[in-house]
């Protein structure tokens, strides 16, 4: 049964919008809005210069989202991202100054040219939302989302981000770079930040906590979460790097394939949901050193060899 509700409509007109703006991307387009909608993590892997962090801007200004920008450098410090304790002579105590990390939405921008001391700066925070400096725990923003971009392995100072981490962003995307039609008019067009900043926000904060409610109550049948298992089990056992899917993966598959069906105006999960989404929400998680494009592939290819039941 289709669901159509006011808030479907804000997202879609939030979706064409984006479209007007961010040319020739579609599809990555729609995987970014669902994993927004899911409240969940977002690595986004590709050469310099294709519109990543373009990307990022864009969605936090979509959704209303005020967004803090951390470069991750090879001499960044994990106290440059959490923030450090300063002792105040008048009242003759540490007070802790608050880092970039501090915000509903976090651009981790190229994670993967920091020491890996500094990337696992972020993992208590994706995990449960709070960190602890110096013996203090801070509660962070409701959302809390990182969307991280990273350059291909290959390209000169990056570090592999570790399994722990990648098992934390709850899906992935490359950009790519556009057919020659969107480039030219790429070219010709106004400047895409000059648009962006013209924007405004399509839903309100309680709003979007609304959808994520909606998300959660979709609809899904017990013969597709036993396809799901089927389709995790036979990765595990057939994949190079299969075993790295945790049981966090296939909980992230079912709420991405719930956020699909919203995205669609229905209020239940198809099979389409899971074989479209899976990809993104499994490959970056296998950890393979010949990148997303490659383990989107291999995902897809597992998929065509485990029947629904």
Do not use: W
């Not at 990648?166 to 490359?174: G, P």
């Not at 709003?207 to 396809?227: A, R």
């Amino acid at each position: 049964m289709k669901t159509s509700t006011y808030l479907n409509d804000k997202i879609i007109h939030a979706f064409d919008t984006c479209n007007s703006i961010f040319l020739g991307k579609e599809e990555q387009l729609k995987i970014a809005f669902i994993s927004m909608l899911s409240k969940g993590h977002l690595l986004i892997e590709d050469v310099p210069g294709v519109g990543k962090t373009t990307l990022v801007y864009l969605l936090s200004h979509i959704f209303g989202l005020n967004l803090s920008r951390i470069q991750f450098t090879n001499d960044l410090l994990a106290s440059d991202i959490l923030g450090t304790s300063v002792f105040n002579k008048e009242t003759s105590s540490f007070v802790f100054n608050r880092g970039p990390i501090f915000s509903r939405m976090v651009l981790g921008d190229e994670l993967n040219r920091a020491s890996p001391k500094t990337q696992s700066a972020l993992l208590q925070a994706m995990e449960e939302r709070y960190i602890t400096v110096d013996g203090g725990e801070y509660e962070l923003d409701e959302p809390f989302i990182v969307v991280a971009t990273q350059n291909p392995l290959d390209q000169i100072g990056t570090n592999p981000l570790p399994e722990s981490q990648l098992d934390r962003f709850f899906m992935s995307l490359t950009i790519g770079l556009p057919t020659r039609e969107y480039e030219k008019k790429i070219l010709m067009g106004e400047n895409i930040r000059e648009q962006i900043n013209g924007l405004h926000s399509f839903v309100s904060l309680d709003e979007y906590l609304s959808i994520y409610k909606m998300i959660q109550k979709t609809h899904i049948e017990d013969s597709l979460i036993d396809y799901v298992l089927d389709f995790l089990e036979y990765v595990r056992e057939n994949l190079d790097n299969g075993v790295k899917l945790s049981l966090r993966a296939g909980r992230d598959l079912l709420l991405a394939s719930k956020a699909s069906a919203f995205f669609e105006k229905r209020d239940f999960v198809t099979p389409h949901d899971v074989q479209s989404i899976a990809p993104y929400v499994l490959s970056h998680r296998l950890n393979l050193r010949e990148g997303l494009t490659t383990s989107q592939d291999i995902i897809r290819e597992a998929l065509e060899k485990v029947a629904i039941r």
